[in-house]
């Protein structure tokens, strides 16, 4: 969840950057967030009138059923955005379920030092935006 805001900052800045907002984007996935951490990056968006609802999901979330798996908040990792995205996103996207998908990759720089020394973790994130079709 230390990426959370990470991944908030780094989605908004995407949206104003490139007037490219939610709407233009048939997915939009986060690293590895889990169900507390997706949950909180929609609370922010809502907060600035900006709906993820239907697009929006989390890798750490996509890549367990927590329905029938006791996984708690869902998954944490880079294997998670690894998996999903090259193992599900982009076959997807190749079937044509999604034209384009936006993913945030998300991190923590952990070092024990500094967290030994109760400093705070951190965090990292990266956008991406692919298209399965040229665009104009």
């Not at 950057?17 to 048939?26: K, V, Y």
């Not at 329905?67 to 995205?85: F, I, P």
């Not at 720089?109 to 967290?115: E, G, K, Q, R």
Request: some cysteine.
């Amino acid at each position: 969840m230390t990426s959370t805001p990470a991944a908030y900052d780094t989605l908004s800045a995407f949206f104003a950057e490139t007037g490219l907002g939610p709407e233009a984007h048939d997915l939009i996935v986060t690293g590895d967030l889990g169900a507390v951490g997706a949950q909180i990056v929609r609370d922010l968006f809502m907060g600035d009138g900006i709906h993820l609802a239907g697009r929006y999901n989390d890798c750490g979330m996509m890549i367990f059923d927590g329905r029938t798996q006791d996984v708690h908040a869902g998954g944490s990792g880079c294997g998670c955005s690894a998996v999903v995205l090259c193992g599900h996103i982009l076959r997807e996207m190749r079937k044509g379920t999604w034209n384009t998908a936006l993913f945030c990759g998300t991190g923590a720089l952990h070092s024990p030092v500094s967290a030994a020394q109760g400093d705070s973790i951190p965090a990292v994130a990266h956008a991406v935006r692919l298209a399965a079709k040229a665009e104009n």
